[in-house]
Nanobody
Framework: QVQLVESGGGLVQAGGSLRLSCAAS????????TGWFRQAPGKEREFVAS????????RYADSVKGRFTISEDNAKNAVYLQMNSLKPEDTAVYYC????????????WGQGTQVTVSS
């Protein structure tokens, strides 16, 4: 069984930084695409960033380009989201998810971690 566990969320002032972590059991990240998504209150879930170490791929939403960096540590089977220059509009529950290469839908999701950015 695949389990994803996010951590690292919290309360931070605008302009600050946080690093989110996603640890996996039952699946090796290096063979899959792993993504970060977020959902703010009253809004739909949106894509933030994704990465696949095996094919040298990473992608970002326009709203976070230049501020967020996604990375993968294959030794720890973990994926990270470094978030800098945070804005109040980044406030959301952040989820990591994973899917096999070449498949459209993410098939495993974590429980989410809350990020709150105060102005």
């Amino acid at each position: 069984q695949v389990q994803l566990v996010e951590s690292g969320g919290g309360l931070v002032q605008a302009g600050g930084s946080l690093r989110l972590s996603c640890a996996a059991s039952g699946r090796t990240f290096s063979n899959y695409i792993t993504g970060w998504f977020r959902q703010a209150p009253g809004k739909e879930r949106e894509f933030v960033a994704s990465i696949s170490w095996s094919i040298g791929y990473s992608r970002y939403a326009d709203s976070v380009k230049g501020r967020f960096t996604i990375s993968e540590d294959n030794a720890k089977n973990a994926v990270y989201l470094q978030m800098n220059s945070l804005k109040p509009e980044d406030t959301a529950v952040y989820y990591c998810a994973t899917k096999p290469l070449g498949v459209g839908s993410y098939d495993y999701w974590g429980q989410g971690t809350q990020v709150t950015v105060s102005s």
